[in-house]
């Protein structure tokens, strides 16, 4: 069984502009979560999709957003880039059985210069 | 909303030595609390889980123990080894409607040989 995919791996971008991150969750789960993990820090709760909708957010500006596809593969924006938004953005996945267990993709290194 | 406390933050334990990381959580309706392990440049990963009908798992060296009337559960590793050497973090659902998790911020384990 195909594990959580992100792309891309790695993304460098100049402040002020835009940076799109996508997911691929495991066949079959329908949520999608995406966080924020600065160096050394912790996971920071981001985004949460399920079944195409945003169910919630976390403690992040507008200028973050996403959306989630048919498919439910999900892609993450985020707009005018700032130097604090380098960080690791993790997605995750789970099947909503009420076990909720998240699955993490490997993630993509964001680095704002 | 829920919060979730982990401690400590740093723990150095000598090889074969017993390491144990708590957390506290606010939400009395959490039922389900994960333990990931995230090894340098890696994604985090589900090491063990527990529900909140169960006060105790063990999977071989590692075990979850969880009191709900104290609102906090464990994680204990037992003759501990370099490769477990790593950031652990819990994490407590507000609940499984709400679907969302917080996680800890984390537990950096030093193991030293």
């Known amino acids: 069984e195909a594990g959580v995919t992100q792309s891309p791996t790695h993304l460098i971008k100049t402040r002020g502009q835009q940076a799109t991150l996508r997911c691929s969750p495991i066949?079959?789960?329908?949520?999608v979560y995406w966080y924020q993990q600065a160096l050394g820090l912790g996971l920071q709760f981001l985004l949460w999709?399920?079944?195409?909708?945003?169910?919630n957010r976390g403690n992040f500006p507008p200028r973050f957003s996403g959306r989630q596809f048919p498919n439910y593969s999900s892609e993450l924006n985020v707009n005018a880039l700032e130097l604090e938004d380098s960080a690791l953005y993790l997605c995750?996945?789970?099947?909503?059985?009420?076990?909720?267990?998240?699955?993490f993709g490997p993630g993509t290194r964001l680095l704002v210069l | 909303g829920e919060n979730v406390e982990q401690h400590p933050s740093t723990l150095s334990v000598q090889e074969g030595d017993s390491a144990v990381i708590k957390c506290t959580y606010s939400?009395?309706?959490?039922?389900?609390f994960p333990w990931y392990k995230q090894e340098l440049g890696k994604r985090p990963q589900l090491i063990i889980d527990?529900?909140?009908?169960?006060g105790e798992k063990k999977d071989q060296r590692i075990a979850v123990t969880l009191n709900k009337t104290a609102k906090h559960f464990s994680l204990h590793i037992t003759e501990t080894q370099p490769e477990d050497s790593a950031v652990y973090f819990c994490?407590?659902?507000?609940?499984?409607?709400?679907?969302?998790?917080?996680f800890g911020d984390g537990t950096t384990l030093t193991v030293k040989p």
């Open positions: 995750a996945s789970s099947l909503w059985d009420g076990k909720e267990t998240q699955y």
């Open positions: 066949s079959g789960h329908t949520s």
């Open positions: 999709y399920d079944e195409g909708e945003e169910r």
């Open positions: 939400d009395s309706a959490s039922n389900y």
């Open positions: 527990i529900r909140s009908n169960v």
């Open positions: 994490a407590a659902p507000f609940n499984t409607n709400a679907g969302k998790s917080t």
